[in-house]
């Protein structure tokens, strides 16, 4: 089956901010990470996938149909300046957020939530590609980014930041975060007592989330589980789609109840009464697959790139701009919409549990919705950044 590597986190494009100074003072020159010779693994007995095929996507009707509810969510910062949104976040157990904003010009930068605003955080050597944060305290945290045609690891401790850069392997890096872990490609790196370690997996690391103890890393219908001493082969189901469909891995998220689910999506060309435009017809259909007790169970049309935990063991999805999808602890599908000002529409991008609580953030930008217009950032000209919370 023909696969498409999917970049694990999302784009980041151009040059430094003018964030506001923030007293920090960078360390001397950069080197590499820590252990850039992957370190010995542990082979741990493979977990085999069962089962061993999902069935095809049914023809009409979502497997899922959430019912409606009325929205938990609440607004808790708008940002003034238009043509602006918060592209990633982590919350940490301090309630403290670490988000990558994207401004007017296109620069994408760390910023800093204390609960009641933002502080820009002045990254050294004007790195102003970010891709995705991670972050364990106010005063400890990861931001992984592009510089050049390499990509580069900047480790915040108590005020100061210390850079590393990342080799480029096949394209330049694009990072798959989770707390003290991180995945460029098939290497995986993780935070251990001051520095990074390295270990390479058998497969390239599309997506990477953990709860508690347990991580998981997944990719190209492979996946894996770091057990402590090593990373344990999960196997995958294969799909019953046609042979030469394209096949994307956008999510996978822990519920630490024993429970896992992967997201993606798989499209294919399909033979029906010609186009006006000659174009072929393609079809396209989102799966979840969760895994429990060594089995595996197929959804499709869940229709998400976005997924949390929602501290309760269930889940939080973004299932389309403004619309997110709830699965609770005991299997109840039901869905809400993030609050907008009358006339607006908005776009989540990111989903985060703060640690040891239900709840959720959920950063991205919202805007009137006749604004088509986009910024050098990606982002509509006339969309306000803004940040929302479920308290649970």
Known sequence: MKTIKRMAAGLAVLALSTACGSGISPLPAPALFTSPEPLPTPRLSPVFADPKLCPGPPRKEREIQPAAEPSGWETLWTEGTQGTALMDAAVTADGTIWAAHADTAGQHVPWRWNRSDWTPLTLPENLAEVQTVAAESKDRAWVFGKRGNDGYAASYEAGRWRVESVPERDGWPSFSSSGPWAADHEVIHRWNDGAWQSRKLSFPVQALAGFGAETWAVGDFAA?????????????????????????????????????????????????????????????????????????????????????????????????????????????????????????????????????????????????????????????????????????
């Open 224 to 392: 894996a589980r770091w057990e402590g001493s090593g990373w344990r082969q999960i196997g995958v189901p294969s799909l019953k789609v046609p042979e030469d469909a394209d096949v994307l891995w956008d999510d996978v998220v822990v519920l630490g109840n024993g429970q896992t689910w992967v997201f993606g999506q798989a499209s294919w060309e399909e033979a029906g009464p010609a186009r006006d435009d000659n174009e072929p017809w393609i079809v396209r259909r989102s799966f979840g697959l969760r895994f429990t007790q060594g089995t595996w169970q197929c959804v499709w049309d869940l229709g998400t790139s976005e997924a949390e935990p929602d501290g309760e063991g269930g889940m939080w999805l973004v299932a389309a701009g403004d619309e997110l999808w709830h699965r609770s602890g005991d299997g109840r599908w039901t869905r809400q919409r993030v609050p907008v000002p009358r006339g607006w529409s908005a776009s989540v991008t990111k989903l985060a549990l703060r640690p040891g609580t239900v709840e959720v953030y959920a950063v991205g930008s919202a805007g009137p919705r006749d604004s088509t217009a986009h910024g050098l950032n990606g982002v509509p000209v006339k969309a306000h950044a803004m940040m929302w919370r479920f308290k649970g």
